[in-house]
């Protein structure tokens, strides 16, 4: 249930609806936008009464939200989300772009793509460390080493760093190598004890959409972040599996369209994993931010064809600098800027 006030109701009227809603043992979020605010009640909400509630002066109107998913609900926070890492915004006006190796492999290796994609333009670094792969015998990430180069490669370029997390009990360390971005794989998109535990942390979650995850259940499994008292949450459409061979998976541009129709949250696309070929990386990045997207997450490597994990979806540093340049030229058309 959502309760929208009036613009001239007074601060003293909300703090003692708020105090009364509390007392039947609900929770509120409250969303304060340029012209109204807007009460959201979650728990047993059969306990309101409506029509007292809609009877008073400085209330709007009282509405009864259907969806299952109540913080991530748009209805509930009618303001487009931006969340801030860093002072960096994902959100908004301005454009995020996440660039970096799909897995970690020397301090070389990854220092100089740092370089090379913050000269680009790229507001931050990503790399994987943990690596979750369909074979138990391919590369599983140099793990903690590679997690202290990812954050050491970060601190020298001045970026902000985004990394996978496997499992709960690696939250400690995350925190403690001072991981800008926390980020729930594919995979572990339904790992629900892992999204209750990040939720209880206030760091920053990019959340990619599951393998043949419906978009109700990727905002659902925002819902347990955000459940949790985390509301920095940003979402990640990385394709999906279908019948199609052709590519990697299948890049639902229109999963954009639908979530910001739904969602307050920020969303990002990302057209490394969703195609694994890197000639098509450029043109479905250029797709994604004028279908809507608040930015793209794109593989880049200095030796693609000698990755050890997903070189044919990586492209180069050169490479990522044409693709930026063609994002200044698409931003401004869109109402965007990078």
């Known amino acids: 249930m959502i309760i929208v006030l009036k613009p001239d109701a007074p601060q003293e009227f909300i703090d003692k609806l708020t ?10 979020d409250i969303s304060k936008g340029a012209r109204k605010t807007v009460l959201g009640l979650v728990g047993d909400t059969s306990v309101i009464d409506r029509d007292q509630i809609q009877g008073s002066d400085y209330v709007d109107k009282v509405i009864r939200v259907e969806e299952p998913y109540k913080r991530v609900s748009r209805a509930f926070h009618p303001e487009d989300t931006v969340v801030s890492v860093n002072g960096i915004p994902i959100g908004g006006k301005k454009l995020a772009v996440i660039a970096g190796p799909c897995s970690i492999e020397t301090p070389d ?5 740092a370089r090379d994609v913050k000269a680009a333009g790229a507001t931050m670094l990503r790399g994987g460390a943990f690596k979750p792969r369909t074979s138990p015998y391919s590369f599983q990430g140099l793990r903690d080493q590679g997690l202290d180069m990812l954050c050491e490669a970060g601190k020298k370029a001045h970026l902000p760093v985004v990394t996978e997390i496997m499992s709960a009990d690696k939250i400690d360390l995350f925190l403690h190598d001072h991981v800008d971005i926390i980020q729930i794989g594919a995979r572990n998109m339904q790992n629900f004890d892992l999204l209750k535990a990040v939720g209880k942390t206030r760091k920053p979650i990019l959340l990619k959409r599951g393998l043949c995850a ?30 199609e061979n052709y590519t990697r998976n299948t890049l639902d541009l229109s999963a954009i369209l639908a979530v910001k129709h739904k ?36 593989e880049v490597h200095n030796d693609p064809e000698h990755a050890w994990c997903d070189g044919a979806q990586s492209i180069t ?8 340049d063609s994002l200044r030229q698409i931003a401004p058309v869109v109402g965007r800027e990078l």
Request: glycine residues 10%.
């Open 19 to 28: 105090v009364s809603i509390k007392s039947k043992g609900l929770q509120i």
């Open 109 to 113: 290796q990854i220092e100089g793509v």
């Open 214 to 243: 419906t978009i109700e259940e990727w905002l659902m499994s925002a819902e347990y972040i955000m459940a949790g008292g985390n509301h920095n949450v940003i979402l990640c459409e990385r394709g999906i599996r279908t019948f």
């Open 263 to 298: 969602s307050h949250l920020p969303v990002v696309v990302d057209p490394s994993h969703a195609t694994g070929k890197r000639w098509m990386v450029e043109a479905l990045s250029k797709a994604a931010i004028a279908a809507g997207a608040d930015g793209v997450m794109v």
């Open 317 to 324: 540093p050169k490479m990522f600098a044409g693709l930026m």
